[in-house]
């Protein structure tokens, strides 16, 4: 574990040198997993809706909702952590 003495947190770990780098970082998976599951879940909403199937309908619907919003909260929660982690507040813009 290389630890910086300027900065006192893992920058192997927190910086993001290249786009696509935020997706090394393993801590992210489930979030990342539960939005997935919840576009697959959407596909089932709407066949169910377009075949009248209403109950499945509901269900799936209510299921995608619990997908979407526990999966974009756990990525912005560990969004949230990395921020810290580097000292900086969740609204800080750096780069471009």
């Known amino acids: ?6 900065y006192g947190w893992n920058q192997r770990q927190l910086v993001r040198g290249h786009a696509g ?13 539960m939005i997935g ?3 697959a879940v959407l596909g089932m909403f709407l ?9 499945w309908a509901v269900v799936s619907g209510i299921v995608f909702g619990i997908l979407m ?3 974009l909260g756990y990525v912005l929660l560990r969004h949230r952590k ?5 000292g900086r507040d969740l609204t800080d813009q750096v780069g471009h």
């Open 21 to 33: 780098e935020a997706m090394a970082d393993e801590g992210g998976y489930p979030g990342f997993v």
């Open 82 to 86: 990395v921020k810290h982690d580097e």
């Open 47 to 55: 066949v169910a809706l377009g075949y009248g199937f209403a109950g």
């Open 1 to 6: 574990m290389t630890v910086t003495r300027a």
């Open 69 to 71: 919003v526990g999966g």
């Open 37 to 39: 599951a919840g576009i």
